[in-house]
């Protein structure tokens, strides 16, 4: 047992309270109950611990968002202090406070001078729900209100909300309720599975193009935005060829479509850069942004748009009938200050960039470039994903490769390091504050459980 944590409870007696009370996010509730959860207690650093006292490397920095890792002093204090002074008010009633003022104005300053403004949220779903609506008004203000129509990607995620939900393109979660009209889908430019026999540079223009095709199907003239993540997160860590971006932007630029970025993974120095859509060389019109916003210590997130928006919104717009009660909430903007301060000041982004990032690309590939069960390997900066494939050769996918994946992301749990797996990936995007002792133990232990996995299919 962890010195510094003593069990309060048993295990089994937080599972059993857990199965009476709580439904999951994206499990069988009911197989989840038999199984009993990990009951997470402590975290610090890299690390976490369960209730048990076994130890964690966090492959995932949570879902994505604990950039600062675990366990920031600053941030803790940055909190308490906003919690003494101010602990809540609200942006209603022609009001305003200094914590989120002085969080826009270092938000500001990390981003391109193309940006404005931000609407704030408490989270990445509800960053792209306030983006439909938004999208949407600034159409009908410049004149144009039949420009409704928002288009995404299959396989593309944007939340859980009903509209985050049907701008996604998640099938299994339209069939559950969450699809709406005025939504449209193309496809994703994920080459190992779809390529065929073209390169990555045509596979990447012929899924852009899709984006041309479904313009002129839906009519120019209905369609508002084309909102995708400059990277797929949680569809698989799926990078698009270098030939995709700069096409989708040329043709949102050709037919008048805004063009939205889902920053809510990538943003915040994941890639190395501050922002996903920096690294692939592209301008977006709108950024939704969470997650690395305050490192997951408090929800927060937000949606960044351009001074071409803004200006219309403000100057013409007149009253935007939009607001939530804890857009710009006092505690978790001081959060987000001090997390963005850290990210700068300490120079993390840069160190991802120039040192942390390029020794997990390379080691990867050294390690896992030969591998029998590793078709592919894709990422940059601390993101990464290993492709399983039956044949490397000929790209052919394992008919079971979502429960291949599903068990080598459990065999990593039992080897002490969170990694997690969708479709037929495995994935990780350790904390930005990694260094390369932390790094190793990831490679090491993910390495043993891809071989683990291997060893079960006959195939090492």
């Known amino acids: 047992m962890n010195a510094r944590f003593k069990a309060q409870r048993e295990t089994r007696d937080y599972q059993a309270s857990d199965a009476a009370h709580h439904i999951h996010a994206f499990l069988d509730q009911k197989a989840l109950n038999a199984e009993g959860p990990r009951v997470m207690v402590r975290g610090e650093g890299l690390y976490l611990w369960d209730n048990d006292g076994k130890r964690y490397l966090d492959g995932m920095s949570g879902l994505w968002c604990t950039n600062l890792g ?13 919690l003494e002074q101010l602990p809540y008010y609200n942006m209603f009633f022609h009001t305003t406070h200094p914590a989120v003022v002085e969080l826009s104005e270092q938000l500001f300053e990390l981003l391109p001078d193309h940006y404005s403004h931000a609407l704030y949220t408490n989270s990445g779903s509800e960053a792209n729900e306030v983006l439909i ?44 309720g969450g699809m709406l009209p005025d939504f449209a889908h193309i496809d994703e430019p994920y ?11 045509e596979f990447g223009r012929r899924c852009a193009l899709q984006l041309e ?7 120019a003239e209905n369609v508002a935005a084309f909102v995708a993540e400059p990277f797929q997160g949680a569809g698989g860590m799926i990078f698009p060829p270098e030939s995709y971006w700069p096409e989708i932007q040329r043709i949102c630029r050709q037919y008048d479509v805004l063009l939205c970025a889902d920053e809510v993974i990538g943003g915040f120095g994941r890639t190395g850069e501050w922002f996903a859509h920096q690294h692939f060389g592209f301008q977006p019109d709108t950024l939704s942004i969470a997650k690395g916003l305050t490192s997951g210590y408090i ?4 949606l960044v748009l351009s001074k071409r928006i803004a200006e219309a919104l ?14 710009g909430h006092p505690v978790a903007a001081a959060v987000a200050a001090a997390n963005l301060r850290a990210l700068r000041d300490e120079g993390i982004v840069e ?41 490397k050769a000929t790209r052919k996918r394992f008919d079971n490769e979502s429960d291949i994946a599903w068990r ?19 994935i990780m995007a350790p904390a930005l504050v990694a260094g390369r002792t932390e790094l190793d133990e990831l490679l090491e232990k993910t390495k043993l459980a891809v071989d683990r996995t291997a060893q079960e299919l006959g195939r090492l």
């Open 299 to 302: 929800p927060m997130g937000g």
């Open 213 to 219: 095709e479904k313009i002129l199907e839906l009519g």
């Open 70 to 82: 675990y366990g920031r002093q600053d941030l803790n204090a940055a909190a308490a202090r906003q």
């Open 133 to 176: 609506r938004t999208v949407r008004r600034y159409w009908q203000v410049v004149g144009k209100p039949g420009k409704r129509i928002m288009i995404g990607r299959w396989n593309g995620y944007h939340g859980s909300t009903l509209g985050s939900t049907a701008l996604g393109g998640m099938q299994f979660m339209h069939e559950m």
């Open 314 to 327: 403000v100057e013409q717009g007149g009253v935007f009938a939009h607001g939530l009660t804890y857009a």
């Open 351 to 391: 160190r991802v960039k120039d040192e942390t990032g390029p020794y997990l690309q390379r080691c990867l590939r050294e390690l896992f470039g030969d591998h029998p069960l590793v078709g592919d390997i894709q990422g940059t900066g601390l993101v990464a994903a290993l492709q399983f494939a039956e044949d």
């Open 408 to 426: 080598c992301r459990t065999i990593g749990f039992e080897e002490g390091v969170i990694i997690r797996s969708t479709l037929g990936r495995v």
């Open 191 to 201: 080459w190992f599975a779809h390529g065929g026999e073209l390169t990555p540079a």
